[in-house]
């Protein structure tokens, strides 16, 4: 069992369309970075989130983190090919000082 | 130049050789981190040097050996791998080894054992 589970592990959808990705746990995380990473290259950060129900937006991408800091989710509005990626979530559990990882949303989206 | 370059990009190896891997970042940051990615699985912390002391092993077998010869620079040493130890294997910096202190990723070796 995971610590932190991702789901959906897989998503393809069109050009344009809405999703959202979802980060859960039943422990308390510190913290919640969200990264992607794109084929042949390395993980990117995208955000940390760190107070419970903190909402953050980068552009069309809307990250939040839940009033009780088990779980967090990321929605992207009017998706692009560019979006396309693995898209990681990764925390520190409460009173901990390790990074774990979760496995990842692969995102394609087409055009 | 980029922030965390890993050499080589791809390395096909052997089980009978001895290889390394290189990393070098040049963000000024005093902690690096080898990670393991393999498929569908979430990745796997190896070893974490903060200010080029090793602080975390995190029960690799010894037929991988890392070593930090100043806080810029990182290596992963291989000698009689296995075929399930091919997988992508990153490195990472931060500006210090902690909870909260973001990764900074270089683009992986992609390693195949033979």
Not at chain 2, 61 to 75: A, G, I, K, V
Request: aromatic share 8%; proline share 5%.
């Amino acid at each position: 069992t995971q610590l932190l589970e991702q789901s959906p592990q897989f998503l393809s959808i069109q050009e344009g369309e809405n999703l959202t990705v979802y980060c859960n746990s039943s422990s308390v995380f510190s913290s919640l970075q969200w990264y992607r990473q794109e084929p042949g290259e390395g993980p990117v950060l995208l955000v940390t989130v760190v107070t419970g129900g903190e909402v953050k937006k980068l552009k069309r991408l809307t990250f939040q983190f839940g009033d009780a800091r088990k779980d967090s989710s990321l929605h992207i509005t009017a998706a692009q090919p560019g979006d396309t990626g693995l898209y990681l979530c990764a925390g520190v559990v409460e009173y901990g000082n390790k990074l774990v990882f979760g496995a990842g949303t692969i995102l394609r989206v087409k055009s | 130049e980029t922030g965390v370059t890993q050499t080589p990009r791809h390395l096909v190896m052997g089980m009978t050789n001895k290889k390394s891997l290189k990393c070098e970042q040049h963000l000024g940051h005093n902690a690096m981190y080898w990670y393991k990615q393999s498929a569908k699985k979430p990745l796997e912390l190896m070893f974490v040097y903060n200010f080029k002391e090793q602080t975390e092993n995190n029960s690799v077998p010894s037929r991988f050996s890392p070593e930090c010869p100043n806080s810029s620079h990182l290596f992963l040493h291989l000698h009689t791998l296995q075929p399930e130890d091919s997988a992508l294997y990153l490195c990472a910096s931060s500006q210090v080894s902690g909870s909260n202190s973001p990764l900074h990723f270089g683009n992986g070796t992609r390693l195949t054992v033979t």
